[in-house]
């Protein structure tokens, strides 16, 4: 692989997720196009990409060769229905706000709306009712407490922020962790990958009235999320991944667990296909929604799943390899359409991805320490502390004083659920970082929903904004 991968060309392509033949189709026969929404009245057909759907809530009110006259008695055809504006006045446009407080935006994002009808002609995201400060504040913790701040900003996948945060560090500091420590490493944020996926699809799914959905994903993911409290005591923000390697070595069982997780949770994911796959609503709320083109995506610094549906092959975990992730086998899934139904797919096979690389780390966990051997980093092993003065002493500086990193400034970016996350550290050569600039995905995809939104209906709001899949403690940092 080339030191500087292409962004569509190149090694990186990887198979294209195919759609279910027949009611996934485009609704107007391209590919990578957006649909231009047409208003459903009574008497006319149903969308020609919906025909080999079930009859139940696809069929046509009454077959074509009725009898006009019919059609007008039985009230399936009405002039109304057909009586539209081409040029609707500037006085009939309106400004309506959608959240802060909605309970469909994900976090506190408001959507500032003009709407001409039914259809949205201009999007205003309005960040910055969070307000956490998560950037300034890193500048007042040492590099042992950073953990416990970035946890916080993507607390759907924690695990991600407090690696990123890590692997940046140990480039100021110059060490490099044991392999037992990277393994782990991997192990812990595939899983969250996928516990971040399954909260996704059980939101995507409550969000455009599949409530089975919103059951389903919690259910599993809540068998992850045990494995997460059992290894670090925590469900969510952790503060596991620190630099130099982990806070804890996996407990005892914990191999039975994984296998556990690896029996189950692929019985869960063949449901959610089973549900939405070619369920003929589904796809009706999501086949040719809120489509953004790969051109789009490089405007806009689109990455991840959202990057990956609309047919770039791009993931950090095969361009830029990190924590030994590059010694496992896995396929980075792609979309073609760029709309909602593809995102639900990408994210749905990487889900698979994840669970094949937690099956290999299984298989090939290396011995040996899960933290660097360096006691200017890692603090003594707590059976010491009883033993020796001199180690009681090192501990205690260790965790109120923190260690001092090396003058110089380093970036680095792993691939979290959401895209690329970087983080951008400055050493001034103390135990605190003099600055720290982080990268979020979720502020572009919030950043790129008027792409998605403009021209559309009112009633695709809310399925093309929890396709994004934002956090808004990642966008307002």
Same mark, same amino acid.
């Given at each position: 692989?080339?030191?500087?991968?292409?962004?569509?060309?190149?090694?990186?392509?990887?198979?294209?997720?195919?759609?279910?033949?027949?009611?996934?189709?485009?609704?107007? =026969?391209?590919?990578?196009?957006? !649909?231009?929404?047409?208003?459903?009245?009574?008497?006319?057909?149903?969308?020609?990409?919906?025909?080999?759907?079930?009859?139940?809530?696809?069929?046509?009110?009454?077959?074509?060769?009725?009898?006009? /006259?019919?059609?007008? &008695? $039985?009230?399936?055809?009405?002039?109304?229905?057909?009586?539209?504006?081409?040029?609707?006045?500037?006085?009939?446009?309106?400004?309506?706000?959608?959240?802060?407080?909605?309970?469909?935006?994900?976090?506190?994002?408001?959507?500032?709306?003009?709407?001409?009808?039914?259809?949205?002609?201009?999007?205003?995201?309005?960040? =910055? *009712?969070?307000?956490?400060?998560?950037?300034?504040?890193?500048?007042?913790?040492?590099?042992?407490?950073?953990?416990?701040?970035?946890?916080?900003?993507?607390?759907?996948?924690?695990?991600?922020?407090?690696?990123? +945060?890590?692997?940046?560090?140990?480039?100021?500091?110059?060490?490099?962790?044991?392999?037992? $420590?990277?393994?782990?490493?991997?192990?812990?944020?595939?899983?969250?990958?996928?516990?971040?996926?399954?909260?996704?699809?059980?939101?995507?799914?409550?969000?455009?009235?599949?409530?089975?959905?919103?059951?389903?994903?919690?259910?599993?993911?809540?068998?992850?999320?045990?494995?997460? /409290?059992?290894?670090? =005591?925590?469900?969510?923000?952790?503060?596991?991944?620190?630099?130099?390697?982990?806070?804890?070595?996996?407990?005892?069982?914990?191999?039975?667990? %994984? @296998?556990?997780?690896? @029996?189950?949770?692929?019985?869960?994911?063949?449901?959610?296909?089973?549900?939405?796959? @070619?369920?003929?609503?589904?796809?009706?709320?999501?086949?040719?929604?809120?489509?953004?083109?790969?051109?789009?995506?490089?405007?806009?610094?689109?990455?991840?799943?959202?990057?990956?549906?609309?047919?770039?092959?791009?993931?950090? !975990?095969?361009?830029?390899? *990190?924590?030994?992730?590059?010694?496992?086998?896995?396929?980075?899934?792609?979309?073609?359409? =760029?709309?909602?139904?593809?995102? *639900?797919?990408?994210?749905?096979?990487?889900?698979?991805?994840?669970?094949?690389?937690?099956?290999? %780390?299984?298989?090939?966990?290396?011995?040996?320490?899960?933290?660097?051997?360096?006691?200017?980093?890692?603090?003594?092993?707590?059976?010491?502390?009883?033993? #020796?003065? /001199?180690?009681?002493?090192?501990?205690?500086?260790?965790?109120?004083?923190?260690?001092?990193?090396?003058?110089?400034?380093? *970036?680095?970016?792993?691939?979290?659920?959401?895209? &690329?996350?970087?983080?951008?550290?400055?050493?001034?050569?103390?135990?605190?970082?003099?600055?720290?600039?982080?990268?979020?995905? #979720? +502020?572009?995809?919030?950043?790129?929903?008027?792409?998605?939104?403009?021209?559309?209906?009112?009633?695709?709001?809310?399925?093309?904004?929890?396709?994004?899949?934002?956090?808004?403690?990642?966008?307002?940092?």
């Amino acid at each position: 692989m080339s030191d500087t991968p292409d962004y569509v060309e190149g090694d990186l392509v990887a198979p294209t997720l195919e759609r279910p033949e027949g009611p996934a189709e485009p609704p107007d =026969g391209a590919e990578g196009t957006r !649909r231009l929404h047409e208003l459903w009245v009574a008497g006319t057909e149903e969308p020609r990409w919906l025909a080999a759907a079930t009859d139940e809530g696809a069929q046509e009110i009454l077959p074509a060769d009725v009898d006009p /006259e019919v059609a007008y &008695e $039985a009230g399936a055809a009405v002039v109304d229905d057909y009586v539209a504006e081409p040029e609707p006045a500037p006085d009939e446009r309106q400004i309506i706000n959608l959240g802060p407080q909605h309970p469909s935006t994900h976090g506190v994002l408001r959507l500032q709306l003009e709407l001409e009808g039914e259809t949205i002609r201009r999007v205003k995201p309005i960040i =910055g *009712y969070l307000h956490t400060g998560m950037e300034k504040t890193a500048e007042t913790l040492t590099y042992l407490q950073g953990g416990t701040n970035v946890t916080r900003m993507d607390y759907l996948s924690p695990f991600h922020n407090e690696l990123c +945060f890590s692997l940046v560090t140990e480039q100021l500091l110059g060490v490099e962790v044991p392999p037992r $420590a990277q393994a782990i490493r991997v192990l812990m944020t595939e899983l969250n990958r996928v516990a971040s996926h399954l909260i996704w699809v059980a939101t995507q799914g409550m969000d455009v009235g599949a409530l089975s959905m919103m059951l389903y994903g919690w259910r599993e993911r809540e068998r992850i999320l045990a494995f997460f /409290e059992k290894v670090t =005591g925590l469900r969510m923000n952790h503060n596991y991944i620190r630099p130099g390697g982990v806070a804890a070595d996996l407990p005892d069982g914990w191999e039975e667990d %994984v @296998e556990e997780l690896l @029996e189950r949770l692929p019985e869960g994911i063949a449901e959610y296909h089973e549900l939405l796959d @070619e369920n003929p609503i589904f796809l009706d709320r999501t086949v040719g929604v809120g489509v953004i083109t790969p051109a789009e995506c490089h405007a806009y610094g689109i990455t991840g799943p959202i990057a990956r549906a609309s047919g770039i092959a791009w993931d950090l !975990r095969k361009a830029f390899p *990190y924590s030994g992730i590059d010694r496992y086998d896995f396929d980075v899934p792609t979309g073609r359409h =760029g709309d909602v139904y593809d995102r *639900y797919l990408v994210r749905m096979a990487e889900m698979d991805e994840s669970l094949k690389i937690v099956r290999q %780390v299984l298989e090939t966990m290396p011995a040996g320490d899960y933290r660097v051997d360096d006691a200017k980093v890692t603090p003594p092993p707590r059976k010491r502390i009883d033993e #020796s003065m /001199e180690a009681l002493i090192h501990h205690f500086k260790l965790f109120t004083e923190g260690f001092k990193v090396p003058p110089g400034e380093a *970036y680095q970016a792993v691939e979290s659920p959401r895209g &690329e996350l970087g983080m951008y550290l400055v050493s001034h050569g103390g135990s605190k970082p003099w600055r720290l600039h982080v990268r979020t995905p #979720s +502020f572009a995809a919030v950043q790129a929903l008027p792409v998605m939104l403009t021209d559309s209906l009112v009633a695709d709001l809310i399925a093309t904004l929890a396709s994004t899949d934002p956090v808004l403690g990642d966008v307002d940092r």
